[in-house]
């Protein structure tokens, strides 16, 4: 009758699982470092967009001021329309042939 092996926990299988335990956590810290960074690099991204955004809100918003204004309502109605105030007179050249 042939004697079957028993299996023995040595301290060899402990330094085993412990290396083991120690691989899969560094894995974990490894990918958590790589997550955070990225995170970091996009919100770094964002944020830049966020103020080009606001500038671009400023810029608008003045220029939106701007063209409720009499000056310059009158001054695109001269320009796009041709049209003068009473009392003034418009001239016009025309190119030779």
């Not at 990225?38 to 701007?66: G, K, M, S």
């Amino acid at each position: 009758m042939a004697t079957r092996r028993r299996f023995r926990v040595t301290p060899r299988f402990y330094a085993l699982l412990l290396v083991l335990v120690l691989v899969m956590l560094g894995a974990r810290l490894v990918q958590g470092w790589v997550a955070e960074h990225r995170l970091t690099r996009e919100l770094e991204v964002l944020q830049a967009q966020i103020e080009a955004r606001r500038a671009e809100i400023q810029r608008l918003e003045a220029e939106v001021a701007e063209m409720q204004t009499e000056a310059y309502v009158e001054r695109r109605a001269r320009e796009a329309l041709g049209l003068v105030l009473p009392g003034e007179e418009r001239y016009q050249v025309i190119p030779a042939d």
